[in-house]
């Protein structure tokens, strides 16, 4: 068991509780496995753990849905995303690790409001708009290892049903995902005691991504949306003052 145990059981509990939320929702892991990880971890470590486990717990659910994916949504955002992963890994590289961990910190406070707000973008759909939001996403992998919030809000203003919204999400992540750890490891961003880490923590992942594929039928997806934005904000902001302090 890689690490102190204490870190380690508090960095399965964490993911656990964002594989579970991801397999209800279709998104929200690194939007609560990164926060929170970065209390008990530095962001290099944060990120990539993040990325490795999403690649598989995703996989896992996009598995389950795949009949139900909108393959040419996929397509174009994840053409997109190529554009934008180099320059957000040359960031994840070369950025202040303090300074990275504020932005993670308030990239995802500034998601969470948009997403309690309810405010939405008019007349925004199309293939020249998926390779863009794709471009925007890419770069948010590569830089902190969250590709969703762009993702999220563009889908999000195209009113499809929870099941294919979901899925969607699912397929496009585990691309841009697996696309930037190749990027990474080849540029040895990542070590072998992040690798195993990362390993020792997936059976919880599994398990939470599929408590949530259980739960998902069963829950009231606007109002659980809600909570989980309000979840996420508020390990956000606590992550922002650590930071800060």
């Not at 910190?105 to 997403?115: G, H, P």
């Not at 880490?197 to 949530?212: K, N």
Request: hydrophobic letters at 55%.
């Amino acid at each position: 068991m890689p690490g102190d145990l204490t870190i380690w059981l508090a960095s399965a509990l964490i993911i656990l509780l964002a594989a579970t939320l991801q397999g209800i929702t279709g998104f929200g892991f690194a939007l609560i496995s990164v926060p929170l990880l970065l209390l008990v971890y530095e962001p290099h470590t944060a990120v990539g753990i993040n990325i490795m486990i999403s690649i598989v717990s995703l996989s896992f659910l996009t598995f389950k849905v795949r009949q139900v994916i909108m393959v040419p949504v996929v397509k174009n955002l994840f053409l997109g995303s190529l554009l934008g992963i180099p320059l957000g890994v040359y960031i994840f590289l070369y950025f202040d690790m303090h300074l990275l961990k504020l932005s993670i910190s308030i990239v995802t406070a500034i998601f969470s409001l948009i997403l309690i707000s309810g405010i939405t973008l008019k007349n925004v759909k199309g293939k020249i708009w998926e390779s863009t939001v794709g471009s925007l996403s890419g770069f948010l992998t590569g830089s902190i290892g969250m590709p969703g919030p762009p993702i999220i809000l563009f889908l999000s203003n195209q009113k499809l049903p929870k099941d294919r919204f979901r899925a969607t999400t699912a397929a496009y992540f585990v691309l841009v995902y697996m696309s930037s750890l190749i990027l990474l490891f080849c540029l040895g961003a990542i070590d072998k005691s992040v690798a195993l880490t990362a390993i020792s923590l997936v059976p919880f992942a599994l398990l939470g991504g599929h408590l949530g594929y259980l739960i998902f039928p069963l829950v009231p997806q606007a109002k659980f949306q809600h909570g989980v934005s309000m979840l996420v904000l508020s390990t956000a902001l606590y992550s922002v003052i650590s930071t800060i302090w």
